[in-house]
T-cell receptor, first 112, second 114 residues
């Protein structure tokens, strides 16, 4: 799987939008971009994933660059509950039975 | 659905002891896996299974055994616990294990080996 690069930490104010970047310059044409987050003392949870087009769900939006070498997870209004480590992960759509490679992720702090 | 459940939540072992971490899912998922997470680190894959009777090694398999006799259960056995196995262990499952499948994680087991 191709590697991803994320900032170690970011800070946001409550109720403001947050843009979490991820670089994946060696992404292949069949790699999906997944985002998971891990709240304190919990297991990771799915946030969103996409291939080429921007994606929206009730939790967040995923903006994918036209060349797909980077993407941004957007939390539209950060809450204190969004304080977590966010992981950007690539998985080839043709992969079967292999794991997600979790890097160190971005630790998001949300200030009241 | 209960999702992915893990027991126990906490465990303290002495060096050399053995134990089994339990993992169960009620979503009829074929793919299950075990990860460990050391402080301040990402998750690392220990073992995984793509269906009952089929298991394979991940990135850090030494010192651990698994078996998959049913679709629902995927226990992780520590054969002879060592302090280096102090970690938080997460079990996860997904429908098939394809690259687009969402993974569902359990709440974790915090293991301390003295």
């Amino acid at each position: 799987d191709a590697k991803t690069t994320q900032p170690n930490s970011m800070e946001s104010n409550e109720e403001e939008p947050v843009h979490l970047p991820c670089n994946h310059s060696t992404i292949s044409g069949t790699d999906y971009i997944h985002w998971y987050r891990q709240l304190p003392s919990q297991g990771p949870e799915y946030v969103i994933h996409g291939l080429t087009s921007n994606v929206n769900n009730r939790m967040a939006s995923l903006a994918i660059a036209e060349d797909r070498k980077s993407s941004t997870l957007i939390l539209h209004r950060a809450t204190l509950r969004d304080a977590a480590v966010y992981y950007c992960i690539l998985r080839d759509v043709l992969d079967y039975g292999q794991n997600f490679v979790f890097g160190p992720g971005t630790r998001l702090s949300v200030l009241p | 659905n209960a999702g992915v459940t893990q027991t126990p939540k906490f465990q303290v072992l002495k060096t050399g002891q053995s134990m089994t971490l339990q993992c169960a899912q009620d979503m009829n998922h074929e793919y299950m896996s075990w990860y460990r997470q050391d402080p301040g680190m990402g998750l690392r894959l220990i073992h995984y299974s793509v269906g009952a009777g089929i298991t394979d090694q991940g990135e850090v398999p030494n010192g651990y055994n698994v078996s998959r006799s049913t679709t629902e259960d995927f226990p992780l056995r520590l054969l002879s616990a060592a302090p280096s196995q102090t970690s938080v262990y997460f079990c996860a499952s997904s429908y098939k294990g394809w690259g687009t499948d969402t993974q569902y994680f359990g709440p974790g087991t915090r293991l301390t080996v003295l």
